[in-house]
């Protein structure tokens, strides 16, 4: 088994979890490990968090690093990466600038702006470069990369391990975002009658779990009927909102 075995523990261990979605279970717990290490890296020379300061963070992991209790690496993290956008910035600037090839700079950015041109060209320029440091998260790009991983272990031991597929089938199935990577990505996996037999009980599981949730919204809403006032819901009726929520939302 190898190196895959490292990784095949917290694989196995996600379908043992009582969850809405092994693959987010796996996925929440390897953010919050990226949280703490992309803040420990911030505190480290500059050179080692070059990538960081670089590409930044998506909207999602700008907050919730905001969110972490320790201030200082964010600030350190933030300093180093606003540095290097207002740098990048000035250096777009700078260079349309200089390619008027004049000394003056009173007036220069109108006269610039009414050159239709250089204003294109400057415009394509700015929408380049704000277009990739929008899309760009250095965390997303980690999460990406395990999570691929551990879809190629999910299928490794689906493939070799009967118990492992015996416990998937018993798990809540997953949501809707990992079902669907699930599926795209079984193709590169399993062929011909593996794979149907793969997307058939995989979308039994799935649809089984859907039906449930189902139910129990249905259950939670005829609480507030008075004439069921004195009823007492079941624990996964009582839980239905959040399960459902999970189910179609990916996780938190
Ligand atoms: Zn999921
Ligand atoms: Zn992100």
């Given at each position: 088994m190898g190196d895959e075995k490292i990784y095949m523990i917290p694989v196995n261990d996600a379908f043992s979890v009582d969850c809405e979605c092994a693959f987010c279970y796996l996925e929440n717990n390897f953010e919050k490990q990226c949280l703490e290490i992309v803040l420990g890296e911030?505190?480290?020379?500059v050179d080692s968090r070059v990538e960081t300061n670089k590409k930044g963070f998506c909207p999602r992991h700008f907050h919730m690093l905001l969110e972490q209790k320790n201030k200082l690496p964010y600030g350190l993290m933030l300093e180093t990466h606003i540095y290097e956008i207002k740098t990048n910035f000035e250096r777009i600037l700078s260079s349309h600038f200089m390619s008027l090839n004049t000394q003056k700079r009173e007036g220069f950015l109108s006269r610039f702006l009414n050159n239709k041109a250089l204003r294109e060209n400057l415009l394509n320029d700015l929408l380049a470069f704000f277009k990739t440091i929008n899309s760009q998260c250095v965390i997303c790009e980690r999460i990406n990369a395990r999570m691929k991983n551990y879809f190629d272990v999910f299928f490794f031991m689906w493939k070799t391990k009967k118990d492992f597929q015996q416990k998937v089938l018993n798990s809540k199935g997953f949501c809707l975002y990992h079902f669907y990577d699930l599926l795209k990505i079984s193709q590169n996996h399993l062929h011909s009658t593996d794979l149907d037999q793969f997307v058939e009980k995989i979308c039994k599981i799935e649809l089984d779990a859907i039906s449930q949730i189902y139910k129990n919204i249905c259950e939670f809403n005829k609480q507030f009927d008075y004439r069921n006032a004195n009823n007492i819901p079941a624990h996964e009726v009582r839980n239905s909102l959040i399960n459902a929520t999970e189910k179609l939302g990916k996780y938190k």
């Open positions: 911030s505190v480290m020379e």
